[in-house]
Structures are given as C-alpha cells and as structure tokens.
C-alpha cells in the first residue's frame, strides 16, 4: 500500500473551483501537519499563482524548473520539487508550453502513463503524505495522464445553472480511467462557489442527490471575496484570512479529505 496518497482535481467544466479548491485544501493539510507535493497540472499556473508571485511563477514557467521540461524528458519530478513559503508545502510548477503537451506525449510509449513514470520516485521515497495535482477544463491525453497517476478524483462542481452540465463526460472519462487505473477512486463531488442569495445551490444538491454511488461532500465552499483577494496575493486564504468564512469552509472541506484518504472514513 502505498503511503504518498495522489489527489486529482479535476473537471472539464472552467472555472468550477479546481485550482481554488486544490491550493486550499493542499494548505488545510500542510496545518494538519502533512507533508504535501502540489503538481500544476494546468498551462494557465493558476495553482502556481496561488503560492508564488507572478513574477517568480514567469521565471520558472521559462526555465526548466517546471513539470513540461520534467515531463518532456520523462524525468524524476523529485528534482523539480519548489519550496514555497510553507515548510513541508512544495510546488512543481507549471509552464504555458503545457499547451503542446496533447501533441507532444503522443508518439511516446504508453503515452497515457508518462507522469505516472515521473512521479514513481517521488512515491517510492515516500516524502509527502500528499500530492496534490490540479488539472485543466479538458479530457484528452494529460487529463488521463493526471488521472492514470492518482488514487483519488475529487470533483468540484460550481453551484450555477451550466455547473452541471458535461458531469456526464467527466464521469465517462473517469470511467475510462479506471479501466487504465484500477486503483482510481472518485472521492467525492464537492460543491463550491455557492451564492446562498440564489437557488442553484438547491438545484445543484437536488440533482446530485439523485446520483448513485457518487459521495457529495457535506462541506459546501460558499461566494467569498477573501479568495479573489488571497488569490491577489498569492497565499491560501486560510493563511490569508483566517477569520474568514471560506477559510473555515476549506479545513472542514480538508478534514472531509484527509479522513477519506487516511482510511478513517469510507467513501
Ligand atoms: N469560494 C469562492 N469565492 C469567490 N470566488 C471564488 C471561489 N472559488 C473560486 N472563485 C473564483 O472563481 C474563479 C474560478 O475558480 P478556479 O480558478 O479555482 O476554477 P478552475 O476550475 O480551476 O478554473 P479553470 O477551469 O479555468 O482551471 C476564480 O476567479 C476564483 O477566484
Ligand atoms: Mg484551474
């Protein structure tokens, strides 16, 4: 079994929290005491962005400090691993050329588990309790590589009237997944950007009830602006402002996680 347990966020819906919910959470396990690795998965860098200034996430993205030139030569990510601020909390980067990644993992060999190559060491040395990864508003050949590399899909579902729609596709290429990756498991589905002022919120928790075999978490992330503004300053916002509703929505969203992945909880 192993002790490094692998978390993708992922849905090909833009814009439904993933890069939020991925960098908040990966923060509520770094104050559980957790060892955590976050993986951008995405050529936008918004998981880099939520960590690093947008200069030093520019430097990188040109260097080879990043998961394209790690994944383009098929290395060890051990050594593209950044510190951020947050000891015990590490980052390997994104870069923009992630865009030619479709194209350019094609002619590779078992061209849907290249970053799982990448990632064994990691999981063998067994640093992190946690890696974390973020993925793009896409399924093609990286979101399965994000995918075929994970033990665990967390789904953030944007509580709005188009929040739903293409969940289908996404559970079909999880499905997919799986026959690549049996150990794969959805963990749950969690709702986020709630404006508690509007129905959606009802709709979107009335039509995931009617889901079979799919967990909803019981935390729901609600509208707040102490994320944008976190996100303007490139912390979590639980390191940002504690106080905040958001951020007491993201630990007890983290508590939901960890007791799933930990095996404390089934799912
Ligand atoms: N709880 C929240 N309160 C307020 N704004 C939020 C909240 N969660 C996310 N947002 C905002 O919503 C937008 C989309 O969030 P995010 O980038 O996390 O989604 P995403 O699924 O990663 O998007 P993409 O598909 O483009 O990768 C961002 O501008 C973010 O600041
Ligand atoms: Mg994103």
Redesign the pocket.
Known sequence: MNKTKIIC?A?N??????????SNVAYGLHLLGKKVLLVDG?M?A?LSLAFLPEERVLALAEGENNLYAAVQKEADLAGYCVPTEYEGLDLIPASPLMSSLEYELYPKRDREFVLSRCLAGVRREGDYDYILM?A??ALGGWAMNLLTASDYLVI?VEASPWGLFGLANMFDFYRKACEKNPLLSLMGIVV??VDVRKNYYRQTMETLGELRDVHVFQTC????????WS?DNSKPVMAYKKSSR?AK?YMSLTEEVEEIASGKKQH
């Open positions: 966020f849905n819906k833009g814009g439904s929290g993933k890069s939020t919910t991925c995405d936008q918004n973020d793009p508003p953030p986020t950007k992330i609600r509208m707040d602006s102490s994320v944008e996100q958001s929505e």
